[in-house]
């Protein structure tokens, strides 16, 4: 039997249960699970190939997975063992592309009114929607304009207004910015988190790019090698990564091997004991938080390191500096001029390095 995506007990916008999938013999995702509650928004963030488009399809219904489940706004629209698979159409999705996916003969008003056709809304409402769907996008003076009189960035908002017009229980986003430029794209991320906080929108946004994840989502699910490594809100992920690969792909700071020495630990290469660290065996790995480091002496634990480059930005100097008896770089901002070739101390407190296991290697 198949159930309504529409059902009414809600409990999750989205519920993903143990799903797997393989492309022939190739697996590419692998026990996922995840749960999206109404009026959140879920990133879904990962190296190239990790999987993070395979599992957006799989929510769409463009793909069946192998084995798993999955549930959306309460029904259940994807279960292989017992014959559940709901197509495309009946999930009521709104979908965003990078490439907008606008149909270039059809009117800016006509792109935008096609799901509310698709669900025989008659001609006045779907008037009074269109219109309202293109105004919170800032382009309701355009709605009789073609798609290819539009710049990328305004038909990629006519492709938000068409995902949200028919007020769906999940929008999917699949890397809707990267078509675009930088500053572009920064002015986008903001309107898309203020849209979907407004209209209190439950998504799942997809990207390579952390920082977007992390301004839009309220949790963020990182993806590695078809598994999830890590999900947590913005702010623990940032803050307690758990895994090496996860603070890696964060560009979180630097991650260094540490051996165990008698009185305590040694930074490999550098000399610098560190206080005993929560940790059983004789290796380990540290990451140094870059926001816990600062130039010169004073603190508690102190690195030499060399200045490979100094990169002039708007806010002060990008420092990449060279760990001194290591091939380890610190990437830094920095507000006193320096020059490459300059010797540098840097200043941590111990506790704020987070630990890991040495087999924990990001790849
Ligand atoms: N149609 C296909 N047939 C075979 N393998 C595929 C197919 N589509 C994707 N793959 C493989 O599945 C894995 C996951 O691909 P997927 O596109 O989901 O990754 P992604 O994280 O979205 O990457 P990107 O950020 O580059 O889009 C990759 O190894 C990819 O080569």
Known sequence: ??????????????????????????????????D?????????????????????????????P???????????????????????????????????????????????????????VGAAECKERVAKALDRVGLGAMAERRPSDLSGG????????????????????????SNLDRELRET??????????ELNLSAVYVTHDHSEALTLSDHVAVMRGGRIEQTASPHDLVNHPATSAVADFLRLGCLMPVARVADGWTIEGTGLVLPEGAFEGAQAQVLLPEKALRLG??????????????????????????????????????????????????????EDLRWFPISDQPT
Request: overall charge neutral; glycine content about 8%; aromatic content about 4%.
């Open 1 to 34: 039997m198949i159930s309504s995506p529409s059902a009414p007990a809600q409990s999750h916008a989205l519920a993903i249960r143990s799903v797997s999938m393989s492309y022939g013999a190739e697996n590419v995702l692998n026990d996922i699970s995840v």
């Open 36 to 64: 999206l509650a109404p009026g959140q928004v879920l990133g879904l963030l990962g190296p190239s190939g990790c999987g993070k488009t395979t599992l957006l399809r799989l929510i769409s219904g463009l793909l069946l």
């Open 66 to 120: 192998d084995a798993g489940e999955i549930e959306i706004a309460g029904g259940k629209v994807a279960v292989p063992e017992a014959g559940i698979a709901l197509p495309p159409e009946k999930r009521g999705l709104g979908m965003v592309f990078q490439d907008y996916a606008l149909w270039p003969h059809m009117s800016v008003a006509r792109n935008v009114a096609f799901p509310l056709q698709m669900k025989r």
């Open 154 to 177: 305004q038909q990629q908002r006519v492709a938000i207004a068409r995902a949200i017009v028919a007020e769906p229980p999940l929008v999917l986003f699949d890397e809707p910015l």
């Open 188 to 197: 986008m991320v903001e309107e898309i988190a203020d849209l979907v906080a």
């Open 297 to 350: 002496a004073s603190g508690p634990s102190t690195l030499k390191t060399t200045v490979v480059r100094a990169q002039t930005r708007s806010t002060g100097q990008a420092l990449t500096l060279r760990v001194t008896g290591t091939p380890h770089l610190i990437r830094l901002s920095s507000s006193s001029p320096v020059k490459a070739g300059d010797m540098l101390d840097l200043s941590f407190s111990p």
